[in-house]
C-alpha cells in the first residue's frame, strides 16, 4: 500500500533564511509525487509535481523540491523564506503503476518568523 | 478561469441531522473529487467520480455517506444522519485528464461542518 509521511508538524524559519520542508514516499511502483498549500479558510493549491525526468522539480512562488529515489524523499525547498510563505503544506503520492487514489500526508505548518 | 466553487462555507447541525454539499468543479474537468479533512490531518479521499461515473468509494462510509454527479458536472455530498466525528472541512477537487491521471488536482475553499 502507498504511503506519505511528513516527520515534522511545524518547521519555524527566518525570513530569508532557506527553508526545508521534508516528505517521503512509499509507492509498490514509481511514483507521481505533488505538493500543495493552504493558507488560512482557503483550499488547497497547487505548489508542484514529481512525474517524471529531472530530480529537481521547480513549482509557483519559488518553491522546488528535488526527488531522491534512493532515499524515498521529495523535500520542498526554497532559497529565501518570505513571512507570505506561512502556511500548512501538504505532499502527496500516488502510484504510477495502479489505477488508485492519491495519499495526502497530515500536512506541516510552516511559520516564518519576520 | 473561474475555480472550483462550493456551497456553503459554513454549516453547524445537530446529530443525527442531515446535511448536503455542492460543487461545481471547473469547466470541462472530467474528474472530481469529494475530500475529508479533520482538523490536524491531510485530506481523505471519500470518493471520486470520473464524469458521472464512481470509480473510488472505497473510503466512503456508504451507511451514512452518499454523493452524486448527475450529468457529469455539478456534484452533491450528503451526510444522514450526522455523527459528531463527522465534524471536518469537507473540500472538492476537480482536474483534467484521465483516471490515472498525473495532472494536479483544482481544490475548492471547502465546507467547514461542525456537528453538535
Known amino acids: 500500500a502507498q504511503s506519505v509521511a511528513q516527520p515534522e508538524d511545524q518547521v519555524n524559519v527566518a525570513e530569508g533564511n532557506p527553508l526545508t520542508v521534508k516528505c517521503t514516499y512509499s509507492v509498490s511502483g514509481n511514483p507521481y509525487l505533488f505538493w500543495y498549500v493552504q493558507y488560512p479558510n482557503r483550499g488547497l493549491q497547487f505548489l508542484l509535481k514529481y512525474i517524471t525526468g529531472d530530480n529537481l522539480v521547480k513549482g509557483s512562488y519559488g518553491f522546488e523540491a528535488e526527488f531522491n529515489k534512493s532515499q524515498t524523499s521529495f523535500h520542498l525547498k526554497k532559497p529565501s523564506a518570505l513571512v507570505s510563505d506561512s502556511a500548512l503544506y501538504f505532499c502527496?503520492?500516488?502510484?504510477?503503476?495502479?489505477?488508485?487514489?492519491?495519499?495526502f500526508g497530515k500536512g506541516t505548518r510552516l511559520h516564518i518568523l519576520p | 478561469e473561474a475555480g472550483v466553487a462550493q456551497s456553503p462555507r459554513y454549516k453547524i447541525i445537530e446529530k443525527r441531522q442531515s446535511v448536503a454539499f455542492w460543487c461545481n468543479p471547473i469547466s470541462g474537468h472530467a474528474t472530481l473529487y469529494w475530500y475529508q479533512q479533520i482538523l490536524g490531518q491531510g485530506p481523505k479521499l471519500l470518493i471520486q467520480f470520473q464524469n458521472n461515473g464512481v470509480v473510488d468509494d472505497s473510503q466512503l462510509p456508504k451507511d451514512r455517506f452518499s454523493a452524486e454527479r448527475l450529468k457529469g458536472v455539478d456534484s452533491t455530498l450528503k451526510i444522514q444522519p450526522a455523527k459528531l466525528e463527522d465534524s471536518a472541512v469537507y473540500l472538492c477537487?476537480?482536474?483534467?485528464?484521465?483516471?490515472?491521471?498525473?495532472?494536479?488536482?483544482?481544490f475548492g475553499p471547502g465546507t467547514r461542518l461542525t456537528v453538535l
Open positions: 502527496a503520492v500516488r502510484d504510477k503503476n495502479r489505477d488508485d487514489k492519491i495519499i
Open positions: 477537487a476537480s482536474s483534467n485528464g484521465a483516471l490515472s491521471s498525473y495532472n494536479e488536482q483544482f
